[in-house]
């Protein structure tokens, strides 16, 4: 195995700055074998190429009926990587039934929907950012950016699409919180999921009594036409799905994109110039700092030749999209600079951060819309804004699937 040689790379559970692992790996190969955590054999594809030919590959598949070591038995009961394999879902559905359920909500989810809500998500902002200078004169001008501004404004566009009404809003925001938060235990983590699932049941119940011109107004509206088209459960799913995808991402994005930024004042000038973007910021952003650094899991449904290797069937199979970002091979000999004005090559994707084939991300076009607006935003109010503490000494996300910082501390 050429390309892979050398002892399997340790997934470190306890997450961490991905960018000095994954250079170290790429430069032995496109696909790297790893330790997943409990122990488990894996595989990750970090090369640009291999990762696009992976993702769009016809013998690879999602559905963790191919995941031999799961279905031999071989994965200790409360793994902690099992809820990203067996949700069930379209995250985790292939083919027709992948189709079927992308499809109701990607109707619901079209690029009209999303340009509606720019004038809500640009009064969220406005008042977000009111919320953060009021923190930082509350905290001798300093203030956590991530916790004032970066993750309430997703969520409250995530409950502004999905049409929940204000009184569940703090309640799921809290939950959603909880169901990805790795520092609290199992049992908190489960009564937070049984709380989640319960305030959607209330919010579809509200919806159900009067519609509205909201995602779950439409799924619900699938659901009641009958067939086999939706069921309830995956109503709620699909809720849950939109709830915890859209929330824990664009937040690393807006909070990896202001780092970025006051990192490279060069850049940030550029921007502000009008020379460059926002737009341009956040697609650099997803590019050089990948919110989503592995995700768990592919697995081939036969030994699959790439990048130089083979990855045996049945392998769980992390797509690396932190590394694929900075993959030299892909983006050149500067891969490792942000450069707001990179040019794209003409026809190929700047990034695969995300995602590329059937999952390709259902929310890039909110995402988008919303971090642009966001740093936007942020930057004109605030042009001097600047870290308050040195980059390297700021705490990192405790996951690997995740690729940012615990808290942003910054003076306006
Ligand atoms: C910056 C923000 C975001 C990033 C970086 C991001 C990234 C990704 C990536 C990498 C995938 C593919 C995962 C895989 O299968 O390998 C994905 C899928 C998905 N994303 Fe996003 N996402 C973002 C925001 C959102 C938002 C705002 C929503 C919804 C409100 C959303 C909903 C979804 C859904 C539903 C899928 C699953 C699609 C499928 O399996 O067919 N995402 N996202
Ligand atoms: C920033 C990146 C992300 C981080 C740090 C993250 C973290 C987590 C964590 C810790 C859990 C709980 C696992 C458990 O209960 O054992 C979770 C659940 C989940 N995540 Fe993510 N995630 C990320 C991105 C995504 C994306 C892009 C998608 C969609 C494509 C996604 C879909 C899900 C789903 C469907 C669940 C299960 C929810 C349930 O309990 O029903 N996540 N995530």
Redesign the pocket.
Request: glycine letters at 8%; aromatic letters at 8%; charged letters at 5%.
């Given at each position: 195995m050429t390309g892979a040689a050398g002892a399997p790379h340790r997934l470190d559970p306890a997450g961490g700055c991905p960018h000095a692992d994954n250079a170290r790996l790429l430069a032995r190969g496109a696909v790297a074998p790893v330790v997943l955590p409990g122990g488990v054999d894996g595989m990750a594809v970090l090369g640009h190429e291999a990762l696009k030919e992976f993702?769009a590959h016809p013998r690879v598949v999602k559905n963790a009926r191919h995941f031999t070591a799961l279905r031999e038995g071989r994965i200790a009961p409360g793994w902690p990587l099992a809820t990203f394999a067996t949700v069930r879902g379209?995250?985790t559905a292939d083919g027709d039934d992948?189709r079927r359920l992308?499809s109701l909500?990607s109707k619901a989810f079209t690029g009209r929907r999303v340009e509606e809500l720019r004038p809500r998500v640009e009064e969220l902002t406005a008042g977000l950012l009111d919320d953060l200078e009021r923190a930082a004169r509350d905290g001798g001008g300093v203030a956590d950016l991530r916790a004032h501004f970066a993750l309430p404004l997703?969520m409250g566009v995530?409950c502004e699409?999905l049409g929940v009404d204000a009184e569940f809003r703090d309640r799921l925001h809290h939950l959603s919180n909880q169901v990805v938060a790795t520092d609290i235990g199992p049992e908190r983590a489960l009564a937070a999921n049984r709380e989640l699932l319960a305030v959607l049941g209330a919010v579809v119940e509200a919806r159900t009594a009067r519609p509205g011109d909201d995602l779950t107004s439409a799924l619900i509206a699938a659901r009641d036409e009958g067939g086999d088209r939706l069921s309830h459960e995956e109503l709620i799913g699909t809720l849950v799905?939109?709830i915890i995808?859209?929330h824990e991402?664009?937040l690393n994005?807006i909070t990896n994109a202001v780092r970025a930024l006051c990192g490279h004042r060069d850049q940030l000038a550029r921007v502000l110039r009008g020379e460059a973007s926002w737009s341009d910021a956040v697609e650099e952003t997803?590019r050089w700092d990948?919110?989503?650094s592995y995700?768990p899991f592919r697995y081939p449904v036969g030994d699959l030749p790439l990048g130089g290797t083979v990855i045996p069937a049945g392998t769980p199979v992390l797509?690396g999209?932190s590394a694929a970002g900075r993959d030299r091979a892909a983006h050149g000999p500067d891969a490792d600079l942000f450069d707001v004005s990179r040019p794209a090559e003409p026809g190929a994707a700047r990034h695969l951060?995300?995602?590329h084939g059937?999952?390709?991300?259902?929310?890039?076009p909110?995402?988008r819309m919303e971090?642009a607006i966001a740093l936007e935003r942020l930057f004109t109010r605030f042009p001097g804004l600047d870290l308050a503490v040195p980059e390297a000494g700021l705490a990192r996300g405790a996951s690997f699937v995740g690729n940012s910082v615990q808290e942003l501390p910054v003076r306006l």
């Open positions: 993702l379209m995250t992948h992308r909500v997703p995530i699409l799905l939109m995808a859209g991402t664009t994005l997803l990948a919110p989503v995700f797509a999209y951060s995300l995602g059937a999952h390709y991300c259902l929310g890039a909110l995402a971090s």
